[in-house]
């Protein structure tokens, strides 16, 4: 079984930064993305950013150039540091994970406990 703990939200004002991080344990046989979504109340979850095994990554096009997602495979973590946020930032982020626990295993998602993120002006 896996397990992902998030950590690293708060409050922050506008303008200001915060970094969230993921971190996994268990049977990991190969990661094929992490991704970060996050849902504001009454909204449906959206996909903010991801990054593959190859290190590529894509970003929801309202966080471009204020959000960047990097990992740290020995630490088995995904991180998210948010730059220049705004009001609209403000929801609970979810890491997700996609990866494979064994060789020739199938594809499966794993998702973290969410953590509030608030941005206040």
């Known amino acids: 079984q896996v397990q992902l703990v998030e950590s690293g939200g708060g409050l922050v004002q506008t303008g200001g930064s915060l970094s969230l991080s993921c971190a996994a344990s268990?049977?990991?046989?190969?990661?094929?993305?992490w991704r970060w979504y996050r849902q504001a109340p009454g909204q449906e979850r959206e996909f903010v950013a991801s990054?593959?095994?190859?290190?590529?990554?894509n970003y929801a096009d309202s966080v471009k150039g204020r959000f960047t997602i990097s990992r740290d495979n020995a630490k088995r973590t995904v991180y998210l540091q948010m730059n220049s946020l705004k009001l609209e930032d403000t929801a609970v982020y979810y890491c997700?994970?996609?990866?494979?626990?064994?060789?020739?295993?199938?594809?499966?998602?794993?998702w973290g406990q969410g953590t509030q993120v608030t941005v206040s002006s």
């Open positions: 997700n994970l996609d990866m494979r626990p064994t060789f020739g295993g199938s594809r499966r998602d794993y």
């Open positions: 268990g049977s990991i046989f190969s990661i094929n993305a």
């Open positions: 990054i593959t095994g190859g290190f590529t990554s």
